[in-house]
T-cell receptor, first 113, second 112 residues
Framework: EADIYQTPRYLVIGTGKKITLECSQTMGHDKMYWYQQDPGMELHLIHYSYGVNSTEKGDLSSESTVSRIRTEHFPLTLESARPSHTSQYLC????????????FGQGTRLTVV | QKEVEQNSGPLSVPEGAIASLNCTYSDRVSQSFFWYRQYSGKSPELIMSIYSNGDKEDGRFTAQLNKASQYVSLLIRDSQPSDSATYLCAADVIQGAQKLVFGQGTRLTINP
């Protein structure tokens, strides 16, 4: 079983609020990812990291930001939530080398009202 | 061209038949490929990986990699209703930044 955790699982929040989605892994993985997925739609990479102090933007433009101060922790922040941010956010991690399995957290379903 | 592309389906297969899922890829990805299964409302989970040309079998699942034609496929034999899910093909991008990218996914329904 993968040791990667996301909190909260579900979040309903008002427009304009600042939110942080947490993602932690205990596997010592260097690579971590954030994907955004609407129901029945494809996964879109929004942020990734190779290791501490490394963050990159993904293929889908996102108003969110991330940080990687510790290997095990990769939080995602929205400074001012909008209804268009309503989606499922999935965090994943893998070892640094190519060809290694990525493990996913259980996801955070965000609804902005 | 996207790095990894799948026919989005949906694909409907009768129970007990073989389900065939396909994925093509570009030169920008590594030669390591993954098939993930995602049940509705759940996170993706890895079911198979393949790195070498040819077939790789694991129970009812067979992954096939054809590097010359740049496609990778997943066969599910003796399909069961519990196999109904979205199947995602994934690969590491190696040109530019290293990142794991997914195809659009193929929604598979096994009909009893």
């Amino acid at each position: 079983e993968a040791d990667i955790y996301q909190t909260p699982r579900y979040l309903v929040i008002g427009t304009g609020k600042k939110i942080t989605l947490e993602c932690s892994q205990t596997m010592g993985h260097d690579k971590m990812y954030w994907y955004q997925q609407d129901p029945g739609m494809e996964l879109h990479l929004i942020h990734y990291s190779y290791g501490v102090n490394s963050t990159e933007k993904g293929d889908l433009s996102s108003e969110s930001t991330v940080s990687r101060i510790r290997t095990e922790h990769f939080p995602l922040t929205l400074e001012s939530a909008r209804p268009s941010h309503t989606s499922q956010y999935l965090c994943a991690s893998s070892e640094y080398d190519w060809g290694t399995e990525a493990f996913f957290g259980q996801g955070t379903r965000l609804t902005v009202v | 061209q996207k790095e990894v592309e799948q026919n989005s389906g949906p694909l409907s297969v009768p129970e007990g038949a073989i389900a065939s899922l396909n994925c093509t890829y570009s030169d920008r990805v590594s030669q390591s490929f993954f098939w993930y299964r995602q049940y509705s409302g759940k996170s993706p989970e890895l079911i198979m990986s393949i790195y070498s040309n040819g077939d790789k079998e694991d129970g009812r699942f067979t992954a096939q990699l054809n590097k010359a034609s740049q496609y990778v496929s997943l066969l599910i034999r003796d399909s069961q209703p519990s196999d109904s899910a979205t199947y995602l093909c994934a690969a590491d991008v190696i040109q530019g930044a290293q990142k794991l990218v997914f195809g659009q996914g193929t929604r598979l329904t096994i009909n009893p």
